[in-house]
């Protein structure tokens, strides 16, 4: 049986919520081994003169824990 645990993550982009969801898992895969999944749990963007300025996105990431054998 595997043990699996969540981060919540915040990122953002200026090119899409695809890319911002990309650099939440890079940016986890930093510290956390066994990434399994991503989940996007809230999308929003802020806009400037009527342009979608930055791309924003609330995520939960699991990853599986080593097991101590």
């Known amino acids: 049986m595997a043990l699996?645990?969540?981060?919540?993550v915040l990122a953002?982009?200026?090119d899409s919520?695809?890319?911002a969801a990309r650099k939440a898992v890079a940016e986890a895969a930093r510290t956390v081994?066994?990434?399994r999944s991503i989940y996007v749990e809230?999308?929003?963007?802020t806009v400037a003169d009527?342009?979608?300025e930055?791309?924003?996105i609330n995520a939960k990431i699991t990853f599986e824990?080593?097991?101590?054998?």
């Open 4 to 8: 699996l645990k969540v981060v919540e």
């Open 12 to 14: 953002e982009s200026s």
């Open 17 to 19: 919520w695809e890319d």
């Open 33 to 35: 081994r066994h990434i």
């Open 42 to 45: 809230n999308m929003q963007a």
């Open 50 to 52: 009527g342009r979608i």
């Open 54 to 56: 930055r791309y924003r």
């Open 65 to 69: 824990v080593e097991a101590d054998d």
